[in-house]
């Protein structure tokens, strides 16, 4: 080979190299029933999956699909994702859940979810070992509703009626429904129950609850709630009624008090769930998480405004009060 000959194909090897290596972004799918994912929540799994190496806009691309309250729209939208071939699918809320599962038998699935058991509702076979596609974290426990009640009893001594605000699109059976009548019943408080499927439910709800003789409203985990806390906060305020309900985020935006596990720290959990599949570990193999510490947070300015005294022993046991 001439000299010539030899710097031409040495200099198109050199310009060859790169683009040899030049890797197609992975792909993640997140799957939601609503318009929108909260920017804070949706930065901590970002964080996270960076701290596993994925970058999105580098070696990660997130693709994003939005029900927009249109349920029925699920299914098609699972299905665009998994034409995509997206590695994972981050399926928000049961609801969501259940049409993922419905569209793939194989694709990996990681779950947030605020409302279901995850065994009784045959998404996995066992907390331990889940044994199919679907793994993920799953943030409320049933029990968190009795505990509600018995925060909102202690903070208004006299309480006897108190209004549920119920997200009637989770799929049947409701846990958290069944646990707070059997809580209510325990304590001898009356519950009026108001189901609600979207964003124009809320204020009927709370006007009705207004007119009767709810003294104050727990408002049952979805993700619907999580992403409504400053439309819950208002309405709470302007029908003057006491509120608790799982999400910190709710009594950031005005509402009365919150019990619960992070949402922050389910979405991190939910970064290092995919960042783990993409690196190779199957589902099966990946145990779900269930939260086992809980965080109480009360807004005092709301409390004031509603003319609530909070208990000092109440107070003592916050572990966050805005003021």
């Known amino acids: 080979m001439d000299r010539r000959a030899f710097l031409g194909t040495l200099t198109g090897g050199l310009l060859a190299a790169p683009l040899a290596r030049a890797v197609e972004p992975v792909r993640i799918g997140i799957l939601s029933s609503g318009a929108a994912i909260p920017s804070h929540v949706l930065k901590a799994f970002r964080d996270r999956l960076g701290e596993l190496s ?14 927009e309250e249109r349920f029925a729209r699920l299914p098609d939208l699972a299905a665009e994702l998994i034409g995509l071939r997206v590695g994972v699918i981050i399926a928000i809320g049961p609801a969501v859940l259940k049409a993922a599962k419905r569209a793939t038998a194989t694709l990996p699935i990681v779950a947030i979810d605020f409302e279901s058991d995850p065994v009784a509702a045959g998404f996995v076979a066992s907390l331990a070992r889940p044994g199919g596609n679907v793994t993920g ?37 409701s846990y958290q429904l069944n646990a707070i009548k059997a809580g209510a019943e325990a304590i001898a408080v009356e519950l009026q129950v108001f189901a609600i499927r979207g964003l124009d439910d809320f204020e009927g709800a709370f ?24 439309r819950l906060a208002a309405l709470a305020a302007a029908k003057h009624l006491p509120t608790i309900s799982m999400f910190q985020e709710n009594v950031t935006a005005g509402c009365l008090m919150a019990y619960g596990p992070s949402l922050l720290d389910g979405w991190r959990s939910l970064g290092s769930f995919a960042g783990r599949i993409l690196k190779g570990t199957p589902p099966a193999d990946l145990p779900v998480e269930r939260p086992t510490k809980f965080e109480l947070v009360i807004n ?24």
Do not use: C
């Not at 005092?300 to 003021?323: F, H, M, N």
């Open 54 to 67: 994925y970058i999105d806009g580098q070696n990660l691309a997130i693709e994003y699909r939005f029900a």
């Open 137 to 173: 974290t799953f943030l409320d426990q049933a029990e968190l509703s009795g505990k509600w009640l018995q925060l909102l009893k202690e903070t208004i001594p006299k309480l006897s009626h108190a209004a549920v605000f119920w997200d009637s699109t989770t799929p049947p059976p």
């Open 207 to 230: 006007a009705q609850a207004s007119k009767g003789q709810a003294q104050a409203m727990v408002i049952l985990s979805s993700p619907l709630v999580s992403r409504s806390g400053n």
């Open 300 to 323: 005092l300015k709301t409390a004031k405004a509603l003319g609530l005294t909070i208990p000092p022993s109440l107070l003592q046991r916050a572990d966050q009060v805005i003021e």
